[in-house]
């Protein structure tokens, strides 16, 4: 699993000219989703993701949580984030999960955050999106595998 996390003031999604999706302070959260995920890699990646502290206090230190700032997320799924770009010029995207597992997963993913973060939109699985941010900071942390290991097993 891959989240891109992206803090924001606003963001939005669009699919064929309509508005699925629209959120103000919070996450774009963009997830690709792998064939080795299960719903217990999304529950480890969902605790890290909301408990993250990258809102600035009253003192200008990056220590607020989503849910000290009443942050919304908006979550949309991103098969593009398992390129593979080592060989040739054109991406392969064959550590992609299946889409029909990812689906499900994803739809998993969102209600699990459902139970912790009140305002969650999305964007349409599979579909031709077009997402609109207002990133803050700029401030984007990625989330991948790397983010889970102990420091010893690192390569």
């Known amino acids: 699993m891959k989240l891109v996390i992206q803090k924001v003031s606003s963001a939005s999604v669009e699919v064929e000219g309509q508005c699925v999706g629209k959120i103000g302070k919070g996450f774009l959260v963009l997830v690709g989703i792998s064939q080795e995920d299960t719903r217990q890699t999304a529950d480890q990646y969902i605790k890290k993701m909301v408990n993250l502290r990258i809102f600035e206090d009253s003192e200008g230190k990056t220590n607020l949580s989503l849910a000290d700032v009443k942050g919304e997320i908006l979550l949309v799924s991103q098969f593009t984030l398992y390129a593979n770009c080592r060989k040739g010029n054109r ?42 941010l207002v990133n803050e900071g700029p401030f984007t942390i990625l989330l991948d595998e790397n983010t889970f290991k102990h420091k010893k097993d690192r390569i």
């Open 91 to 132: 991406p392969s995207f064959v550590e992609a999960g299946d889409p029909q597992m990812a689906e499900e997963l994803y739809e998993y993913m969102i209600q699990k955050i459902r139970e912790t973060v009140p305002v969650v939109q999305t964007g349409v699985f599979g579909a031709k999106m077009k997402v609109s």
